[in-house]
């Protein structure tokens, strides 16, 4: 495809749901980035993936979030037993490797909105 | 249509020198707009959110400024050192909670 691609676009859920969020990145794109948006709030770093390295987890919130990466592609982040708190959009990016220069740009997916009720 | 442009796409300045790096919106209705650092490898790092009625916000060396007749915006860096060497970048929100996110300035600080 012609950018990075989330699914699904939005999605309710009760509380104590497990929910699983994919992202598709642009073709050739070795780091995948999640954040995590709440309404009104900046952005919120969540997990990075660059190549076959292991993945930076630092800004994962808790334990019940985890994500997968299949290769140099797809995507998936998980969060177990939803709570109301994890009501927000999460946004995943992609770009080129980074590189000395640094010269690459993130290009994110649409997002997926989560409503926990 | 909500757009957010950044320009340059990418810049390379000397250790020390000032730099501004641009951003345009069409977004509507105008909420506030953030600039956000993003170091290599790391996540984007919030530097100043300014609403409708601010024209301009300091943190340290870097300052933005806010022109939301024109929609624009602007984050000037001064006396830049070689950890300002990160992307930029410009986001703008609705008051529905819905961002839209520049590309990004890549801005290299060399010694």
């Known amino acids: 495809g012609a950018g990075v691609s989330q699914s699904p676009s939005n999605k309710v859920t009760e509380k104590g749901k497990d929910v699983e969020l994919r992202c598709d990145p642009i073709?050739?794109?070795?780091?995948l980035y999640w954040y995590r948006q709440r309404l009104g709030q900046g952005l919120e770093f969540l997990i990075y993936f660059q190549g076959n390295s292991a993945p930076d987890k630092s800004g994962l919130p808790s334990d019940r979030f985890s994500a997968e990466r299949t290769g140099e592609s797809v995507s998936t982040l998980t969060i177990q037993r939803t709570q109301q708190e994890d009501s927000a959009v999460y946004l995943c990016?992609?770009?080129?490797?980074?590189?000395?220069?640094?010269?690459?740009?993130?290009?994110f997916g649409p997002g997926t909105r989560l409503l926990v009720l | 249509k909500n757009q957010v442009e950044q320009s340059p796409q990418s810049l390379i300045i000397l250790e020390g020198k000032n730099c501004t790096l641009q951003?345009?919106?069409?977004?509507?209705?105008?909420?506030?707009l953030r600039w956000y650092k993003q170091d290599t490898g790391r996540g984007p790092v919030s530097l100043t959110i300014m609403t409708f009625s601010e024209n301009t916000k300091s943190n340290g060396r870097y300052t933005a400024t806010l022109d939301a007749d024109t929609k624009q915006s602007s984050l000037h860096i001064t006396a830049s050192q070689l950890s300002d060497s990160a992307s930029y970048i410009c986001v703008v929100a609705t008051n529905a909670g819905k961002s839209t996110f520049g590309d990004g300035t890549t801005l290299t600080v060399k010694p």
């Open positions: 990016a992609s770009s080129l490797p980074w590189t000395s220069g640094g010269e690459e740009t993130q290009y």
């Open positions: 073709s050739g794109h070795t780091a």
């Open positions: 951003c345009n919106y069409t977004v509507s209705p105008f909420s506030n």
